[in-house]
């Protein structure tokens, strides 16, 4: 195979120089779209697929190299980097881990050195020395890079320097992401002088600055004008007052429009700056992000009193914050005033029954919150009735909350009769009863406004049949449902009983399964259901257990490619099942392929049935004399060809007209010949073939 592949190479003078165990990865197929020159890459790649892939992700806009090697894989991959990297190939994306970097530090050099197109470059590598390497080559380099992120690099003050000469013959970087854990004040200062004048960076990550970097921060923020997100990651070493300093920077700051703090312990000095910015007229944030910031009660009632009065934030994360009674009452009173807040995450923040109480009349009064994250709920009287409230007038389109039993039968009787409620979290399995399962189950069936499911039912054992027969009529027969996510990691539960709704569903497009442990039973019931559906779009399967159990894996992937939907497909932990997997990925672009020609029938399907029939019969002598002229062959020949692919189009009609159904609308210039897909019939078979075109006859070529 190496051999045949150096032939073909050598024709256009690429050369090999030797064969590599590590190579593309199983995503090549989506090298459709290419320049005949180009083509021989693409036989290269499905060769070198052969070889377990786990080398390159190839994608029709052009090229994405991912290098993930492990520490026992004999890897020699340099080679082919340098050679992918310098033949005029359009790589716009390249991501190196440690292992690779640490192998091969010149070659990563040469690499980046002789590149012509790098957009996007990513990098993982905790040694400084081997991190000259990669700035060297960046100084040296020609190309433009427009995202940059070297968050996971340690970078000390003589790579800052190379990194600033970069920048500064790189005025066109759009986001920019470092690691500042290694800099000393005077190189960090350098650095964010550099950027302060460039006009095209939205995008600004920091991570791990030390305290003295803050004024060269917050002189950075006073001044430009270009930064439209601001994360400012894990800042340990800060003290409050330097906290205070760079948030008060962005008074002068009109432009910032997320801010994230993750991890930046600002406590209630912080928030009281932030807070008096929110109340400013003319602020920009529209997103504020202020997870595990040591936030008390003081703190977030100052945030709580400057959202009364802001009309920008439309999203605020408090997410692991001791906010306390006095802090959920600021946060309930605000929602019942506030009309542009969309999105609130309270979880995590210690709140009492009290405060769940307060927070349900305020959801109860406010009208622009569309998703809520409360986390868990107290077991208390306001538990059980905090959904039954929900239920009299609450507008939110998602609910996600860590629910106990006590409180799920009373969501259930909200899911009955919601026509607001969008999407539902159930988390937390192991305070859950498989009666308050059944319930939900129950209430699910009769839903029609729910269009995600998320159903974590952990390690629940023994769930009955009784109820897993209900969650599969919900799939059957629930109409609006498009998305669902399971996890289950028992061995006794018998979900081959709601797997066998999968089969009959109408409705979902997309689905996620995690088992960990895949029965056989249930495993052949969940491959049978992906075999014999028709409206999944998108599957996702984690499991380990999948993996390393051949059979199954086999049958996975038939099932799979027997499906004529499905055109995205993720098995986590795939390695080693290179056959498998090529089945699945054959089957996806097949998919692909199918729909693209049901939507191009379909779309000429804008006349009426007696004209096209009419018609039929002088555009197969046209497409006859195309052909003959095109491929110079004889007539007869030509009209096999004809009527091959007319057979073709007859037996995959129905198929793939179900395909895009609800996707497609077929409307010509008078309303009496417009043809929705849902009228679709056998007649209009006719219509359709009479549009057959000679792209189609020569779709192989």
């Keep these: 195979r190496i051999a045949t592949l150096k032939s073909d190479l050598s024709k256009h003078k690429i050369d090999i120089a030797a064969p590599c165990t590590s190579s593309f990865s199983s995503d090549c197929w989506l090298l459709d779209n290419l320049t005949p020159l ?64 640490y192998r091969h530090p010149l070659d990563v050099k040469l690499a980046l050195t002789s590149a012509l197109n790098l957009q996007k470059l990513k990098f993982c590598w905790q040694s400084i020395d081997g991190a000259h390497y990669i700035m060297e080559g960046l100084r040296n380099s020609r190309y433009a890079v427009l995202d940059l992120d070297l968050s996971m690099l340690s970078i000390d003050d003589k790579g800052a320097d190379y990194l600033s000469d970069t920048l500064t013959r790189n005025a066109s970087i759009q986001s920019f992401a470092v690691s500042c854990s290694h800099l000393s004040a005077y190189s960090y200062g350098k650095l964010l002088g550099t950027l302060v004048s460039f006009r095209s960076l939205t ?53 910032v429009e997320e801010l994230n703090l993750f991890r930046c312990y600002i406590r209630d000095e912080g928030a009281r700056v932030l807070a008096a910015v929110l109340k400013k007229r003319g602020s920009a944030l529209h997103r504020l992000k202020l997870r595990e910031c040591g936030i008390h009660e003081s703190g977030a009632i100052e945030l709580a009193d400057s959202l009364k009065s802001n009309t920008s934030l439309e999203y605020l994360s408090l997410r692991a914050n001791n906010l306390d009674n006095h802090g959920t009452a600021a946060i309930a009173d605000m929602l019942k005033t506030n009309k542009v807040l969309k999105k609130l995450d309270i979880s995590q923040c210690s709140i009492s029954s009290h405060g769940v109480s307060l927070l349900v009349e305020a959801l109860l009064a406010n009208t622009s919150l569309e998703y809520v994250k409360i986390g868990r709920v107290p077991v208390s009287r306001s538990a059980e009735w905090l959904p039954l409230h929900l239920a009299q007038g609450c507008v939110l389109e998602r609910l996600r909350m860590t629910w106990q039993s006590q409180g799920l039968y009373e969501l259930a009787a909200v899911i009955r009769g919601s026509e607001t409620i969008e999407a539902v979290h159930i988390d937390s399995p192991n305070l859950l009863t498989v009666e308050a399962y059944s319930e939900l189950f129950s209430a699910l069936r009769w839903n029609r406004s729910i ?54 569903s109408k409705s979902i497009a997309h689905l996620e399964v995690r088992d960990e442990f895949w029965q056989a039973r249930n495993a ?168 057959l075109c000679i792209s189609d006859v020569l779709e192989d070529e």
């Design 451 to 504: 269009k995600t499911l998320i159903l974590n039912m952990g390690c629940l054992r023994d769930v009955s049949v009784e109820a897993l027969t209900t969650l599969s009529e919900v799939f059957s027969e629930n109409e609006t449902l498009r998305k669902v996510k399971i996890t289950q990691d028992s061995t006794t539960n018998p979900m081959a009983v709601a797997y066998a709704g999968l089969a009959h």
């Design 524 to 691: 052949k019931a969940f491959c049978n259901a992906i075999r014999c559906n028709r409206s999944l779009v998108s599957l996702v399967i984690r499991s380990q257990s999948l993996v390393k159990r051949a059979k199954l894996l086999d049958l996975f992937s038939k099932s799979v490619y027997a499906n004529p939907t499905l055109t995205s497909v993720q098995v986590w932990d795939l390695e080693g099942a290179t056959r498998s997997t090529f089945k699945i990925r054959e089957a996806c672009r097949r998919n692909i392929s199918s729909l693209h020609h049901a939507s191009r029938f379909l779309l000429r399907t804008t006349v009426n049935r007696p004209s096209a029939a009419a018609f039929d019969e002088a555009k197969k002598d046209v497409l006859v004399h195309h052909l003959t002229e095109t491929m110079n062959i004889e007539r007869n020949e030509a009209k096999m060809m004809v009527c091959a692919a007319e057979r073709f189009l007859r037996a995959n009609y129905f198929k793939l007209a179900g395909i895009v159904k609800d996707k497609i609308e077929c409307i010509s210039q008078t309303k009496e010949t417009t043809m929705c897909l849902d009228s679709l019939n056998e007649d209009c078979l006719c219509n359709i073939a009479s549009f």
């Design 38 to 101: 180009n083509r021989i890459l693409r036989r290269a790649a499905l060769e070198l697929c052969q070889l377990q892939p786990r080398f390159v992700v190839v994608r029709s806009t052009g090229f994405r190299i991912s290098i993930c090697s492990e520490e026992d894989a004999s890897l020699d991959a340099s080679f082919i980097t340098y050679w992918l990297l310098t033949h005029h190939i359009c790589i716009d994306t390249l991501e190196l881990d440690h292992a690779f970097c």
């Design 203 to 255: 995008q600004l990550s920091m991570h791990s600055a030390k305290g003295c970097g803050s004024k060269a921060l917050a002189n950075f923020l006073k001044h430009n004008r270009s930064v439209l997100k601001l994360s400012l990651n894990k800042f340990h070493s800060i003290t409050v007052d330097d906290y205070a300093l760079i948030l008060d920077s962005l008074h002068d700051n009109t432009r």
